[in-house]
């Protein structure tokens, strides 16, 4: 059997995430997919009934791999300085299975925003990755609310950064963001 008879569903998966981020949901296509993988549409229906089931693993892989993982690794931090600063640079990988990190982000807001379920599974993933980052900074010595807030500040400046990587790199300075983690965990009350 040659590679591309061995591909597995994360193969695809992975693909599809990689179409999602250049190109938006309508780029998840099994055919286009097909030809980028080098195989048939057969080998698709071999692991997924229908293009849903496809989209479904996709948020499944990201959902797993994008935060659940992530954050009980930071979790496992001890140090709330350290946790905080391996969160975020673990955020700012640029690429990420192959494609880009905050291609698929973005990709995925958009999605989220025209599909209630979507968003709603969305908004809880992001609440996840919001409170694992408010922890940190709770431990730092912050008030739970200023860490909430702070917290959000954090995420949406990450967001922003995804958002304008793929037409100003220049603006999305990836030593910013990390940069502004310092200074919050320099003016930690606990410190």
């Given at each position: 059997m040659t590679e591309k008879a061995n591909l597995t569903p994360r193969d695809w998966v992975i693909a599809?995430?990689?179409a999602l981020g250049e190109g938006g949901l309508d780029a998840v296509r099994v055919e286009r997919l097909a030809k980028q993988l080098g195989t048939t549409k057969g080998s698709f229906y071999w692991h997924f009934a229908d293009r849903p089931a496809l989209l479904e693993a996709m948020l499944h892989l990201?959902?797993?791999?994008?935060?659940?993982?992530p954050v009980a690794k930071a979790i496992a931090i001890a140090d709330p300085a350290e946790r905080l600063r391996q969160i975020t640079k673990g955020a700012l990988s640029v690429t990420g299975r192959g494609s880009s990190v905050g291609r698929a982000e973005t990709a995925l807001r958009?999605?989220?925003?025209q599909n209630s379920e979507v968003g709603q599974r969305f908004a809880r993933i992001e609440s996840e990755r919001i409170a694992a980052l408010s922890g940190a900074l709770a431990?730092?010595?912050?008030?739970?609310?200023?860490a909430g807030r702070l917290a959000k500040a954090l995420y949406?400046?990450?967001i922003g950064l995804y958002s304008v990587r793929p037409y100003a790199?220049?603006?999305?300075?990836?030593?910013?963001?990390?940069?502004?983690?310092?200074r919050v965990i320099a003016g930690a009350p606990g410190r």
């Open positions: 599809g995430l990689a990201w959902e797993r791999e994008g935060t659940a993982e958009a999605w989220a925003a431990a730092l010595g912050y008030e739970a609310a200023e949406l400046t990450l790199p220049e603006l999305a300075e990836d030593q910013a963001l990390l940069d502004l983690v310092e």
